[in-house]
T-cell receptor, first 115, second 115 residues
Framework: AQKVTQAQTEISVVEKEDVTLDCVYE???????LFWYKQPPSGELVFLIR??????QNEISGRYSWNFQKSTSSFNFTITASQVVDSAVYFC????????????FGSGTKLNVKP | DTEVTQTPKHLVMGMTNKKSLKCEQH?????MYWYKQKAKKPPELMFV???????INESVPSRFSPECPNSSLLNLHLHALQPEDSALYLC??????????????FGPGTRLTVL
């Protein structure tokens, strides 16, 4: 069975603080993919990153960075020097080898960045 | 052009009405998806079309009827809906997953209210 857990329901930070959003996943597949999406209040889900199970390299894109650790089944997302525009709901998702077209989403973490 | 468009943006309908939601993409993707998202919840997969054929139906009630007229268009026909069907309906597209997974690109959604 595939499952994604985002234990943090809501996080509030003050602008310029760093914040880490946690994502823990469960799967029996050896080949799987992990994703992060951002959903601002407007509603559209914005793709942020895709990572496959064979690539454990961490990734940095501007103020965003991702830490993938298979040993702990985690794929955490860090925003450095947060900005008000980062306020959104962030979803972690998993897709496995049984059906690549099916995404399993976590429950989401709402991030509030206050000025 | 990495855009998925959806019309209408908002829709209010009575329980006896028949309406349709439309989705269009011009990224050459051959997989298209309908999701339903209730407030403060993650998107729930409803249907997947792969190469214009229905490949996943997540036990959606028959009052929702999908249609994929061609590789760029996806419709969701609505009939005899219930108030609990009120939600944000999201369309997405991707390259179809066979040996790997591509990220899904989402449209802005249609906010549906059933009276």
């Amino acid at each position: 069975a595939q499952k994604v857990t985002q234990a943090q329901t809501e996080i509030s930070v003050v602008e310029k603080e760093d914040v880490t959003l946690d994502c823990v996943y469960e799967t029996r597949d050896t080949t799987y993919y992990l994703f992060w999406y951002k959903q601002p209040p407007s509603g559209e889900l914005v793709f942020l990153i895709r990572r496959n199970s064979f690539d454990e390299q961490n990734e940095i894109s501007g103020r965003y960075s991702w830490n993938f650790q298979k040993s702990t089944s985690s794929f955490n997302f860090t925003i450095t020097a947060s900005q008000v525009v980062d306020s959104a709901v962030y979803f972690c998702a998993l897709s496995g080898a049984y059906n690549f077209n099916k995404f399993y989403f976590g429950s989401g973490t709402k991030l509030n960045v206050k000025p | 052009d990495t855009e998925v468009t959806q019309t209408p943006k908002h829709l209010v309908m009575g329980m006896t009405n028949k309406k349709s939601l439309k989705c269009e993409q011009h990224m050459g993707h051959r997989a298209m998806y309908w999701y339903k998202q209730k407030a403060k919840k993650p998107p729930e997969l409803m249907f997947v079309y792969s190469y214009e054929k229905l490949s996943i139906n997540e036990s959606v009630p028959s009052r929702f009827s999908p249609e994929c007229p061609n590789s760029s268009l996806l419709n969701l026909h609505l009939h005899a809906l219930q108030p609990e069907d009120s939600a944000l309906y999201l369309c997405a597209s991707s390259q179809p997953g066979t040996s790997s997974v591509s990220e899904q690109f989402f449209g802005p959604g249609t906010r549906l209210t059933v009276l």
